[in-house]
């Protein structure tokens, strides 16, 4: 008798065909993996964009076939900040000469008393001291008492407050749109006439102070009056005039 014959035949652990599932299994595995992988670099860490792709233009992942030269970045030099241009101050227009009384000469020589028949008021003495010029800018009114202020004539007298000199005369044109005050009927007549306003310039005058008054002519008649009791009404000092204040 053969030694095999009385003992039991052993039974094989592998089965028939399992080493090719086991590969298959392995295979899928190395897949999974790689494809996990893939995933975590390219979408994940954000290696590909994921940004629509818009019809009619190339893919990001197309290659185009041409090489973009790289964008040079130009250099910006720091400016200076500009400078603000300063506005320049306005200049005084000059007083047109056409408008600047002249002096004149007295048609007659002034009594040596002031006349109180003679009504004035001052409404405005002024100065304009700009453009090369000193203007003394005078408005009011002057009349002969009970005559017609149509048929006078005005001088404006700047005169010495000490001496009582007369320095200067200039003629009054009369200004009616100045007319704002209502008189006694029995003063005069037309007596929007007595109003003026006049500008004399002072420039060439002396140094010294100065006090304005004022003469009427009417009917071959010549009077004047101080227009308030003023000490002086401007001065003149090295070629500037300053009014007193």
Same mark, same amino acid.
């Given at each position: 008798m053969s030694r095999g014959y009385g003992k039991k035949k052993r039974r094989s @652990? @592998?089965?028939?065909?399992?080493?090719?599932?086991?590969l298959r299994f392995l295979i899928g595995v190395v897949l999974l993996i790689g494809l996990c992988g893939a995933f975590y670099l390219f979408v994940l860490q954000g290696t590909v964009p994921l940004s629509p792709i818009v019809p009619g233009t190339s893919s990001p992942a197309e290659p185009t076939g041409a090489t973009n030269a790289p964008t040079?970045? +130009?250099t910006?030099? +720091?400016?200076? =900040?500009?400078?603000?241009?300063?506005t320049p101050e306005p200049t005084a227009t000059p007083v047109p000469q056409e408008v600047l009384a002249g002096a004149v000469a007295l048609p007659?020589?002034?009594?040596?008393?002031p006349d109180p028949q003679v009504k004035l008021g001052l409404k405005e003495l002024n100065l304009f001291d700009a453009a090369g010029q000193s203007v003394i800018i005078v408005r009011g009114f002057a009349f002969l008492e009970g005559l017609d202020a149509a048929a006078s004539r005005g001088y404006i007298l700047l005169t010495d407050p000490t001496s009582g000199e007369t320095l200067g005369v200039? +003629?009054?044109? +009369?200004? =009616?749109e100045d007319a704002d005050l209502s008189f006694d009927e029995t003063a005069g007549a037309h007596l929007d006439q007595a109003f003026f306003r006049m500008n004399i310039d002072v420039s060439g005058l002396p140094d010294g102070y100065y006090l304005v008054c004022i003469a009427v002519e009417n009917g071959g008649r010549i009077a004047w009056n101080?227009?308030?009791n003023s000490m002086y009404h401007f001065r003149i000092d090295h070629g500037a005039a300053m009014l007193n204040e």
């Amino acid at each position: 008798m053969s030694r095999g014959y009385g003992k039991k035949k052993r039974r094989s @652990v @592998v089965r028939p065909g399992a080493g090719g599932a086991i590969l298959r299994f392995l295979i899928g595995v190395v897949l999974l993996i790689g494809l996990c992988g893939a995933f975590y670099l390219f979408v994940l860490q954000g290696t590909v964009p994921l940004s629509p792709i818009v019809p009619g233009t190339s893919s990001p992942a197309e290659p185009t076939g041409a090489t973009n030269a790289p964008t040079s970045v +130009p250099t910006i030099e +720091p400016t200076a =900040a500009a400078t603000a241009t300063p506005t320049p101050e306005p200049t005084a227009t000059p007083v047109p000469q056409e408008v600047l009384a002249g002096a004149v000469a007295l048609p007659a020589a002034l009594p040596a008393q002031p006349d109180p028949q003679v009504k004035l008021g001052l409404k405005e003495l002024n100065l304009f001291d700009a453009a090369g010029q000193s203007v003394i800018i005078v408005r009011g009114f002057a009349f002969l008492e009970g005559l017609d202020a149509a048929a006078s004539r005005g001088y404006i007298l700047l005169t010495d407050p000490t001496s009582g000199e007369t320095l200067g005369v200039y +003629p009054i044109s +009369p200004y =009616a749109e100045d007319a704002d005050l209502s008189f006694d009927e029995t003063a005069g007549a037309h007596l929007d006439q007595a109003f003026f306003r006049m500008n004399i310039d002072v420039s060439g005058l002396p140094d010294g102070y100065y006090l304005v008054c004022i003469a009427v002519e009417n009917g071959g008649r010549i009077a004047w009056n101080y227009f308030d009791n003023s000490m002086y009404h401007f001065r003149i000092d090295h070629g500037a005039a300053m009014l007193n204040e």
